[in-house]
């Protein structure tokens, strides 16, 4: 099973309509993250979280709200999705008390808005 | 300015070519320096990392990192057509361990 798992792997979605992405982890790490991937543009960070209690903006928040529900789930939601909201989304996972250098990914979420 | 510059190519190489992917960054107090490498319809997984200047070589990948000029470096020898795929230049801000990525440059390596 993957350390950190997203669901769902695809999805396509109306204008306007709610989606939730979802990511889990059992790597035990403290920090997580949401980014999108686009063509030319990398990785782009949306929301970051450093414990449960912690939720931080990215450089790309507005559109995006985020759910800490517990060390081991971060969920990324979109309100009223759009179609510049379609993208390739990856959750990411880091551990602070070791000093480790290294993001963990997920295998992504393929999000399509029609 | 962004702060971390890569070209996004993409590169074709045949079998066998040292290949040269590079990264400039606008931001000093970067410390750590990374590699990241993702194969289509994959995450990123990291190849290399770097702690201020200097070269860290792994088997046929060499890191190089120029803190003076801001540059990154990664060399590839004897390149294989499974070295193709996206490689993402990375950068961190020790004490906030935020992330900052390249845009990410598209690596085919022709048998």
């Known amino acids: 099973d993957a350390d950190v798992t997203q669901t769902p792997r695809n999805r396509i979605t109306k204008t306007g309509k709610r989606i939730m992405l979802e990511c889990s982890q059992t790597k035990g790490h403290d920090r997580m993250y949401w980014y999108r991937q686009d063509p030319g543009l990398g990785l782009r960070l949306i929301y970051y979280?450093?414990?449960?209690?912690?939720?931080n903006k990215g450089e790309i928040s507005d559109g995006y709200s985020v759910s800490r529900q517990a060390q081991a789930k971060f969920s990324l939601s979109l309100e009223s999705a759009i179609p510049n909201q379609t993208a390739l989304y990856f959750c990411a996972t880091s551990d602070s008390g070791t000093g480790v250098t290294e993001a963990f990914f997920g295998q992504g979420t393929r999000l399509t808005v029609v | 300015q962004k702060e971390v510059e890569q070209d996004p190519g993409p590169l074709s190489v045949p079998e066998g070519a040292i290949v040269s992917l590079n990264c400039t960054y606008s931001?000093?107090?970067?410390?750590?320096f990374m590699w990241y490498r993702q194969y289509s319809r994959k995450g990123p997984e990291l190849l290399m990392y770097t702690y201020s200047s200097g070269n860290k070589e792994d088997g046929r990948f060499t890191a190089q990192v120029d803190k003076s000029s801001k540059y990154i470096s990664l060399f590839i020898r004897d390149s294989q057509p499974s070295d193709s795929a996206t490689y993402l230049c990375?950068?961190?801000?020790?004490?906030?361990?935020?992330?900052?990525f390249g845009s990410g440059t598209k690596l085919n390596v022709k048998p």
């Open positions: 979280s450093f414990d449960v209690k912690d939720i």
């Open positions: 990375a950068m961190l801000l020790y004490n906030f361990n935020k992330f900052y």
């Open positions: 931001n000093s107090a970067f410390q750590y």
